[in-house]
């Protein structure tokens, strides 16, 4: 099993940044694919951004494209989510989920959450006009 912790979400100023964080336990998620997810009130969650095993490939959501960059250090089991100039509609509960074993494959296959069997619990993200 993996349990998945973010952490890093917080209250921002428009136009202001943040970093997630995702720690992994359990076992090594160096051979799984991660994503980020997000969920604003009475809205569904959505893709936000994913990231290969070896974080050579990544693949965004277009409404994020050019804004957040993610990563991830495998020494460390931990995922990164970059938000730059954050705006009022990027406020969601933000979740780090990890994909099962997906070596060689490429982000871009990852972006539908029933791909994602672990979950973390998320953190809040609200953007402030």
């Known amino acids: 099993q993996v349990q998945l912790v973010e952490s890093g979400g917080g209250l921002v100023q428009a136009g202001g940044s943040l970093r997630l964080s995702c720690a992994a336990s359990?076992?090594?998620?160096?051979?799984?694919?991660m994503g980020w997810f997000r969920q604003a009130p009475g809205k569904e969650r959505e893709f936000v951004a994913a990231?290969?095993?070896?974080?050579?490939?990544?693949t965004y959501a277009d409404s994020v494209k050019g804004r957040f960059t993610i990563s991830r250090d495998n020494a460390k089991n931990t995922v990164f989510l970059q938000m730059n100039s954050l705006k009022p509609e990027d406020t969601a509960v933000y979740f780090c989920?990890?994909?099962?074993?997906?070596?060689?494959?490429?982000?871009?296959?990852?972006?539908?959450?029933?791909?994602?069997?672990?979950w973390g619990q998320g953190t809040q993200v609200t953007v402030s006009s």
């Open positions: 989920a990890a994909t099962g074993y997906t070596p060689f494959a490429s982000a871009s296959y990852f972006t539908s959450s029933i791909q994602y069997p672990y």
């Open positions: 990231i290969s095993w070896n974080g050579e490939s990544t």
């Open positions: 359990g076992r090594t998620v160096s051979n799984h694919a």
